[in-house]
């Protein structure tokens, strides 16, 4: 008998097992019923939670963003909560060079985004949300808040640094002369204000 968990565990447990297929199969090529075979649940149980994959997708995505927030938070909190360019650019850099179980679905999702239209809607619908809550975070610390214009510009570069990570394998390159990112990004900052 399976054991009863909450809506939110059993959703969470349903996207564990989305994730490891999406990253399997890849996103075009997983099905609900896919999900349903790797999860145990039946079509109904499943249903009951999610009408389909990219519901499932959108909620990694949101847990990954989160978890992005939650190292930025806690990074400012090391630094006394003072949000100085220099600082920022680390955070930035920080998060293009993550190796963390949302990062391969990520990759995966941004380049599922150019043949998939409803996919292109929800990054777009993330990213509208990520930049309210970061200019919220800005605005409490103190920083100055970023342009729509900036901020986009931001994410083009990021989501390229993360794509180069994850396609072509240049994490650790990367790793290696982090400085030089955090120079480049602390020079846009600078441009910025």
């Not at 989305?18 to 649940?41: P, R």
């Not at 909560?81 to 955070?91: S, V």
Request: proline share 1%.
């Amino acid at each position: 008998m399976r054991k009863r968990l909450t809506s939110e565990e059993r959703k969470k447990e349903i996207q564990v097992k989305a994730m490891e297929i999406f990253l399997e199969k890849g996103y075009k090529n997983t099905t609900m019923q896919d999900i349903v075979k790797a999860s145990g649940l039946s079509i109904g149980g499943l249903y009951h939670h999610y009408k389909k994959t990219s519901e499932i997708l959108y909620d990694v995505m949101i847990l990954g963003c989160e978890y992005r927030f939650d190292l930025m938070n806690k990074r400012m909190e090391e630094e006394s909560g003072n949000l100085t360019n220099e600082l920022m650019a680390k955070i930035i850099v920080d998060k293009c060079l993550d190796d963390n179980e949302y990062m391969p679905i990520y990759v995966m999702f941004l380049q599922e985004i150019q043949e998939n239209e409803e996919l292109r809607r929800l990054y777009s619908e993330i990213k509208d949300t990520n930049m309210e809550k970061l200019q919220s975070i800005l605005v409490r610390v103190g920083y100055k808040p970023l342009s729509r214009d900036f901020c986009d510009y931001l994410t083009d570069i990021i989501n390229s640094i993360i794509l180069a990570c994850g396609l072509l394998g240049v994490r650790e390159s990367f790793i290696r002369k982090r400085y030089l990112l955090e120079d480049m990004f602390l020079s846009l900052l600078r441009k910025n204000e």
